[in-house]
Structures are given as C-alpha cells and as structure tokens.
C-alpha cells in the first residue's frame, strides 16, 4: 500500500494496538476489497494478516490444492493466536477464524464496482504492474466474473449470513472498505475504553 494512503489512515482513524488483542474476519466477494482493507488494516494495527487463498492453494505448482487437513490445521494455528486479520471469500469451512473473531465484516460492494475491480486487477497483474499470488489467465477471469460473482449475492451470501448468525452480536454487513476503516476505529476507541475501566482500581 502507498505511504501516503497509510498516513491517510493513520491520520484520520489514529488507533493503534495499545496491546489489545485484535481479531478481525472479512468476507466478501471477488473484487469487493478484501486484499486491500486487509493490508491496510495490518499496516494500521501493526499486525499480521491472512489470505484464505492462500491456505487452500499450494502456490508451488498450478491448481495445486494443500490437504484439507494441513489447511484446516495452519487455519487453527492463526485463529488461536493473540492478533490476526484473516481474510477470504470461503465460509464453508474455517469457522473456528469466526467465532474466534473480535469483528466480522462482510464487504458487499454493488457487483459492477466488484466486477470492474477484478477486471482492473486482472489486466494490472498481466501488464506487470500489481503483485499475484498466481497466474492470471482468461479463464480465471472468466470464472470470477460469470460464476463467483454472478453467484455471491444469490447463494454465497445467504450461506454466509447464515453461518455466521450465531455471531450476529459483532457481525457487521458493509458496502465499502471506508465503512471497515470507520467502524474498525470506533470500535478499537470502545474497546480500549472498557479495557482501561476494567484496570482501574
């Protein structure tokens, strides 16, 4: 992220970790900002985040996929740490990262801005200009575009909404990142509030 956007944010959202545990889950779509909310939100907390993706694929070969139980395992490991950002659109399995979380945020832009943002990433990723973690081919971006995103708002969402019921109480359904980085503060400020109350004598 650019030096100048995390000034950005450091100026107008001003927390930090203070030494609070930080637990944050976001889920959404392809193209709905979850990459980018979540290395801002890194950068900003100073602490570790998560790509899914990067879990289930074995980046050293083509459509190589780890073992589900190697994916699950490293997925424990991070949930059970102190701070964490995991981010990724796959909810049918993981949910110890949910109940696990301090917030969940469920990025759900309108599907053409999703859409265009895929469209934009694919072709900077093929000119060179922006890191992947793999390949972009058109067949990639075809998926995406004609299955993932056609899809998520008509059956992934609802198995999101519904897996996640349990955890209405710090659920939190938003339609930009600028949304994430609001709430993110809001809450930090409360948090650190009830913490410092609790410590008094």
Request: hydrophobic share 40%; aromatic share 10%; with cysteine.
């Amino acid at each position: 992220m650019p030096s100048w956007t995390c000034r950005i944010i450091r100026r107008f959202c001003g927390f930090s970790t203070g030494g609070i545990p930080i637990r944050i889950r976001i889920i959404g779509g392809c193209g709905s900002g979850k990459s980018y909310i979540a290395r801002a939100l890194s950068d900003q907390y100073g602490i570790p985040h998560y790509e899914t993706d990067n879990m289930v694929w074995d980046r050293s070969a083509a459509a190589r996929r780890y073992p589900e139980e190697e994916r699950d395992a490293r997925l424990r490991g991070i949930a059970a740490s102190a701070s964490w950002i995991i981010e990724g659109v796959h909810h049918r399995w993981g949910a110890e990262s949910f109940a696990a979380a301090d917030v969940i945020y469920i990025l759900n832009p309108p599907k053409w801005r999703r859409n265009w943002r895929t469209i934009r990433r694919f072709a900077r990723t093929r000119l060179g200009l922006e890191r992947a973690n793999y390949r972009q081919t058109w067949g990639n971006l075809r998926v995406m575009l004609l299955e993932w995103n056609r899809d998520f708002d008509a059956k992934a969402l609802p198995e999101i909404m519904k897996l996640t019921e349990p955890f209405a109480g710090k659920r939190v359904i938003v339609r930009s990142s600028a949304a994430i980085l609001q709430h993110a503060a809001q809450w930090y400020a409360a948090t650190a509030r009830e913490t410092a109350e609790k410590e008094q004598p």
